[in-house]
């Protein structure tokens, strides 16, 4: 469905000059545009169709870190550089073989260990991401379903209740009761 207005949820456009964006919209004509209706929800097959469109709801994988840059990235911390310097000034001018070379040698354990310990706390924070799964609760076919936010699609008619997790960007179409207990 062609809605005209552009920069729509789903649509992934930014708007022109002289053209309205949705988020100036009233929520009813948010959800012409979007062609939803606001009672029913989205229907099982046009949240697949969507799905399919737009693909998931999930951020896009960042590109790993080759091993060999992540190492030589340990020697911007400056006590490794301080290390290295006084283990190559050991060993040309000072002429101090085993100073030198234990030097050098400890800044190269210095940085193994450093990309062991970065290689942890990436599996560690994986392994976190996998527990968690954040659920959304969508309006599809006229029921209230629960479903994993990764699934969500534009159009989908979200309920957030005091306590949720919001799943995902989206329009408030009823204006909520809630307030923030943190102090101003």
């Given at each position: 469905?062609?809605?005209?207005?552009?920069?729509?949820?789903?649509s992934g456009g930014s708007p022109a000059d002289g053209e309205l964006a949705w988020h100036t919209?009233?929520?009813?004509?948010?959800?012409h545009a979007e062609g939803v209706?606001?009672?029913?929800?989205?229907?099982?097959?046009?949240?697949?169709?969507r799905a399919g469109r737009f693909g998931p709801n999930t951020f896009a994988a960042g590109q790993a870190e080759s091993r060999w840059h992540a190492f030589a990235r340990q020697y911007a911390d400056p006590m490794q550089l301080v290390l290295l310097a006084a283990g190559i000034g050991s060993l040309y001018p000072l002429k101090q073989l085993g100073t030198g070379l234990l030097l050098i040698l400890l800044t190269l354990f210095n940085?193994?260990?450093?990309?062991?310990?970065?290689?942890k706390a990436a599996?560690?924070?994986?392994?976190?991401?996998?527990?968690?799964?954040?659920?959304?609760?969508?309006?599809?076919?006229?029921?209230l379903a629960e479903i994993p936010a990764g699934q969500l699609v534009p159009g989908d008619i979200v309920a957030v209740e005091a306590g949720d997790i919001v799943p995902?960007?989206?329009?408030?179409t009823k204006r909520p009761r809630w307030?923030?207990?943190s102090p101003r």
């Open positions: 469905m062609t809605s005209g207005v552009t920069g729509t949820p789903g919209l009233g929520a009813d004509q948010v959800l209706d606001g009672q029913r929800g989205l229907s099982a097959t046009e949240a697949a169709a940085a193994v260990e450093g990309l062991q310990q970065e290689g599996a560690a924070v994986a392994a976190l991401q996998k527990m968690v799964i954040i659920k959304a609760k969508v309006r599809r076919d006229g029921q995902a960007d989206g329009r408030l307030r923030s207990t």
